[in-house]
């Protein structure tokens, strides 16, 4: 597994994109931090930064593609499929009818592909679940799913989702809250 350069961690605090606490999410888990999820991805330097270690997690796994569900994932999908060896295809999704689509002359990226699916944050699981069946129905070799930070079940459609802040801050449902075991004040709900 990978591990998050302390710089990187010491970015994000001093940058005001990290508040730790008690949160609760509509997915129903519960965690110690909340992320600003406008504001995470702003910064090319530092998104590079994330995408090279997300991509570090997939090196060997022979990804074609990099494929996002939504605009806040198509920037870290960029990085993500710069750093990987050979460099990856890069889809992302726009929605139409409440489905997600791909361009069709991006469909050959997908179709027979191992595909890496993206995005910034998985909050609910909803939408990457949604993708990731989109995707296959496109004939896509779904080889993993990675966020910056997975606040949802720990697999979307059957298949593991890395949240590389998962590793620091993890997301626990919450009958088994850990903070609310030990007393801590009452969780602040997340609107996302």
Not at 62 to 69: D, F, G, H
Not at 91 to 98: A, D, K
Not at 152 to 170: C, K, Q, T
Request: hydrophobic share 40%; net charge negative; with cysteine.
């Amino acid at each position: 597994m990978g591990t998050i350069d302390p710089t990187i961690m010491a970015q994000i605090r001093r940058d005001g994109l990290l508040r730790e606490g008690h949160f609760s999410f509509r997915s129903g888990r519960h965690t110690g931090a909340l992320l600003d999820r406008d504001r995470l991805l702003a910064d090319p330097g530092f998104a590079s930064h994330m995408g090279y270690v997300i991509a570090k997690q997939f090196f060997t796994e022979k990804i074609e593609t990099v494929a996002s569900p939504s605009i806040w994932g198509a920037g870290l999908a960029q990085w993500v499929g710069y750093f990987l060896d050979p460099r990856a295809k890069v889809v992302y999704s726009t929605p139409r009818n409440g489905e997600p689509t791909i361009a069709a002359e991006l469909e050959d990226f997908v179709h027979d592909r191992r595909v890496l699916l993206i995005d910034n944050l998985i909050v609910s699981g909803e939408t990457m679940k949604r993708f990731t069946e989109a995707m296959e129905k496109r004939g896509a070799t779904v080889i993993g799913v990675a966020t910056l930070w997975n606040v949802a079940d720990p697999e979307v459609s059957g298949h593991p989702a890395f949240g590389l802040l998962n590793m620091i801050y993890e997301a626990f449902p919450a009958n088994d809250c850990p903070f609310c075991h030990n007393g801590a004040p009452a969780a602040t709900e997340v609107s996302y």
